[in-house]
């Protein structure tokens, strides 16, 4: 349902920050919206599936991936996985953190490339 009906839409409305990234396998180029918080030195990214999604596991390989945000494109790099401690110490105090419910363990943080 995101892939063929939300995804297509977030990226044409504009609203939402897309990563760009490449396919592992394929070499193909992949946009997906995403929720993206900006954080000292980078973004760092809710994974509302886990870290076994196709874009997180495109992202580590490729070490890198951009994201269209603010009208713009930002180069990030050194993707990390890292746990809820340390993700909510790099968020702002005003950004709402992901419900228990949902049981989110697993964040990913990258990097700004400098330049």
């Known amino acids: ?12 409305g504009g609203k939402w920050p897309v990563l760009i990234h490449t396919g592992r396998v394929s070499g193909a180029t992949y946009r997906t919206p995403l929720d993206a918080h900006p ?3 980078g973004y760092l990214f809710v994974l509302v599936y886990g870290s076994r999604s196709d874009w997180v596991q495109n ?6 991936a951009r994201l269209r945000v603010d009208g713009g ?6 993707p ?28 990913l943080r990258m990097d700004r490339l400098a330049g």
């Open 39 to 41: 954080v000292d030195g």
């Open 73 to 78: 494109e930002v180069e990030l790099t050194a």
């Open 80 to 107: 990390r996985l890292v746990g809820e401690d340390e993700a909510f110490q790099a968020l702002p105090a005003e950004v709402a953190r992901p419900p228990k419910l949902f049981r989110i363990t697993e964040f």
């Open 1 to 12: 349902m995101n892939k063929r009906v939300f995804n297509p839409r977030a990226i044409t």
């Open 59 to 64: 992202v580590l390989a490729a070490e890198g």
